[in-house]
């Protein structure tokens, strides 16, 4: 499957304003990058929720700034603990609560990480890459990052950018 997606750097939204919206979701996830080879990341992820734990192992081949190739599958907790193994030398697992919301056809995905206080990263997966973002009046962007090397996941995995 191809993904296309746009990531933003904002300010951190009202979590109670963002929780009066319908169709609102949260979940606590685990996100820790594997060995890999040929051009290919992978990574395995927990997600919590309110009510179950979801396991994923993903593999990504970039195509374009905003494109991927991805493939997701789910996995169970055994599989995932295995493939703990394989963290990448030199990395952290990142851990993030993630708040999704849906305007329009679209569902805006917002990363809150423990490393920053004022700033979060949201991002956006669109049909297309020239697919516009209707943002909502209480989402403050900083600025675009969408192909920016420093705050894709597995860099983060590895260094962690401070705060702007």
């Known amino acids: 499957m191809i993904e296309t997606e746009r990531k ?6 009202d979590i109670a304003r963002l929780e009066s919206i319908g169709g609102y979701g949260v979940s ?17 992820r ?12 993903t593999a990504k081949r970039r195509i374009s700034r905003m494109s991927s190739i991805e493939d997701e599958r789910e996995i ?8 703990l193994s394989r963290m990448k030398a030199g990395t952290s ?4 609560t993630r708040h999704t919301l849906p305007i329009g ?10 490393e920053w206080e004022r ?12 697919g516009e973002i209707p943002l909502p009046d209480f989402i403050t962007v900083v600025r675009e990052v969408t ?10 995995a590895r260094e962690f950018p401070r705060e702007e």
Request: aromatic share 8%; net charge negative; glycine share 4%.
């Open 8 to 13: 933003f750097i904002i300010l951190k939204p």
């Open 119 to 130: 700033l979060c990263i949201m991002e956006c997966e669109l049909d297309s890459e020239d």
């Open 147 to 156: 192909g920016v090397r420093e705050y894709t996941n597995a860099s983060m």
């Open 93 to 96: 697992p990142i851990r993030k």
């Open 46 to 57: 927990r997600r919590v929720y309110a009510e179950r734990v979801e396991y994923t192992h």
């Open 76 to 83: 169970d907790e055994k599989e995932y603990l295995e493939l």
């Open 105 to 114: 056809t679209l569902t805006l995905e917002i990363d809150i990480y423990p």
């Open 28 to 44: 606590d996830i685990t996100q820790t990058y594997l060995s890999s080879d040929g051009g290919v990341t992978e990574r395995v």
